[in-house]
T-cell receptor, first 112, second 114 residues
Framework: DTAVSQTPKYLVTQMGNDKSIKCEQN?????MYWYKQDSKKFLKIMFS???????INETVPNRFSPKSPDKAHLNLHINSLELGDSAVYFC???????????FGSGTQLSVL | GENVEQHPSTLSVQEGDSAVIKCTYS??????FPWYKQELGKGPQLIID?????GEKKDQRIAVTLNKTAKHFSLHITETQPEDSAVYFC?????????????FGIGTKLQVIP
């Protein structure tokens, strides 16, 4: 029974397209996150929601828009995809913000 | 903001030997220091964490030490096994604006040679 699940696992798309990644957690956590991991493995926070409220919004292009319909779900929509968006995107959740993060298995996005 | 430096970036050890990964942080207000292990094709997984009021914590073959004065903390893995091969991330976290903000190190790729 997967704790943090995200779909799809792989996403290959053309420049300029719009795509979404979905995330769900069944741990009953209050906080969810989106992280971006580049080709050098660096992990960078993008967004964080606590009880459906946006609490962290790092310097991310406006083309990225997170949505949290309820505290168990956090989706990421990306408009007008660019080559530089290619990366692995991880969803995560935690009971207390910033502590003991549980990560999903990642979505590898390739923009051609 | 917080800056976390991690080294080495790669580490190869023989099976059975010990491995040590070191991190330094810049913000003296950081109070929580987790370590994550990322296996190939998977998301990072928390393996051990330590708070600023503790100097050392151990869990079987894994231990973490924290020196608040010097602002550095280390991960020690003893009796390494091939399944310890992975990328390890340190992180430092501080309370700011109502929530804990986490900053990750760049990661250390550990290879355990059988």
């Amino acid at each position: 029974d997967t704790a943090v699940s995200q779909t799809p696992k792989y996403l290959v798309t053309q420049m300029g397209n719009d795509k979404s990644i979905k995330c769900e957690q069944n741990l009953g956590h209050d906080t969810m996150y989106w992280y971006k991991q580049d080709s050098k493995k660096f992990l960078k926070i993008m967004f964080s929601y606590n009880n459906k409220e946006l609490i962290i919004n790092e310097t991310v292009p406006n083309r990225f828009s997170p949505k949290s319909p309820d505290k168990a779900h956090l989706n990421l929509h990306i408009n007008s995809l660019e080559l530089g968006d290619s990366a692995v995107y991880f969803c995560a959740s935690s009971q207390n913000t910033g502590e003991k993060l549980f990560f999903g298995s990642g979505t590898q996005l390739s923009v051609l | 903001g917080e800056n976390v430096e991690q080294h080495p970036s790669t580490l190869s050890v023989q099976e059975g030997d010990s491995a040590v990964i070191k991190c330094t942080y810049s913000d003296s207000a950081s109070n929580y220091f987790p370590w994550y292990k990322q296996e190939l094709g998977k998301g990072p997984q928390l393996i051990i964490d330590i708070r600023s009021n503790v100097g050392e914590k151990k869990d079987q073959r894994i231990a973490v030490t924290l020196n608040k004065t010097a602002k550095h903390f280390s991960l020690h893995i003893t009796e390494t096994q091939p399944e310890d091969s992975a990328v390890y991330f340190c992180a430092a976290s501080r309370y700011s604006g109502g929530y804990q903000k986490v900053t990750f190190g760049i990661g250390t790729k550990l290879q355990v040679i059988p």
